[in-house]
């Protein structure tokens, strides 16, 4: 990966005549106006209104931070840019059924994980890791893998609005098997710089999440008198958020990928 992100900077480099050792900014930027200005299935999902100034410098500060481990002053403006730019700034507003809003805290707090989670930082954390330091992540990124996308999937289903929370974005993360390795490292980064809490919770949320995925195979194959029979006496939030559910299933909202299984 750091060698695929030097060579397009390198293309970049070349393409617009800069020296590439005296003007790797003016490189990096160009190529940061590219991506966010980039429509189509392969484009940056743009799940939240900013300007085109906004995400064109946000896109450059994650490729700085994150892409390049890069060190980087910035305020706590752009920090709130860039949530947006990456689409979950609503989890700042919006909770689930009676939760708080689940992103809290300085925004900046999202650059500070640059710190161990950037591509170079990952690459050295994997050359670093033991075998202990692995297996106590696997667990754990299985079911990030597995049954984070489903969360972000249900809760769109319920509020009829994908990026009701903020987490349209890894909503289908499932669909791209590469994204373990990628997951990997993160939380091995994740439990060395001491958020094994914080991922504690993670886990302990998403336990449910198999038997409620399992559930919902088997309503969709019992007949649809037997299910409204099995709803009635229950109350109606309830009812409605079980229609919500159904409905996401059969029409295919809620599938798991293969691998993902």
Request: net charge negative; proline share 6%.
């Amino acid at each position: 990966m750091i060698q695929t992100l030097e060579r397009v900077l390198a293309i970049e480099t070349s393409h617009l005549g800069l020296d590439p050792a005296a003007e790797r900014g003016a490189a990096l930027h160009s190529v940061s106006s590219a991506l966010a200005a980039k429509r189509g299935p392969n484009a940056l999902p743009r799940l939240v209104r900013v300007t085109a100034a906004e995400r064109a410098s946000a896109v450059e500060l994650l490729l700085r931070l994150f892409a390049f481990g890069e060190t980087v002053d910035t305020t706590e403006e752009e920090a709130a840019t860039v949530e947006k730019v990456l689409g979950v700034s609503p989890g700042r507003r919006q909770g689930v059924n009676g939760s708080r809003p689940w992103l809290v805290g300085p925004a900046q707090d999202l650059f500070d994980a640059a710190q161990f989670v950037s591509v170079p930082r990952m690459a050295e954390t994997l050359n670093e890791a033991t075998d202990a330091d692995l297996e106590s992540a696997r667990q754990l990124v299985a079911m990030l893998f597995r049954f984070l996308p489903l969360v972000a999937r249900m809760i769109g289903a319920l509020f009829g609005n994908d990026n009701y929370a903020g987490m349209q974005g890894v909503g289908h993360l499932d669909e791209n098997p590469e994204f373990v390795m990628l997951l990997v490292p993160m939380v091995v980064g994740m439990i060395r710089a001491g958020w094994q809490e914080n991922l504690d919770t993670i886990a302990t949320a998403l336990e449910p999440l198999p038997a409620l995925a399992a559930d919902i195979e088997r309503v969709l194959d019992l007949p649809s008198k037997e299910v409204e029979r099995n709803l009635e006496g229950q109350p109606e939030p309830v009812r409605r958020r079980a229609r919500l559910l159904i409905d996401a299933a059969l029409d295919g909202k809620l599938d798991q990928a293969p691998h993902g299984r």
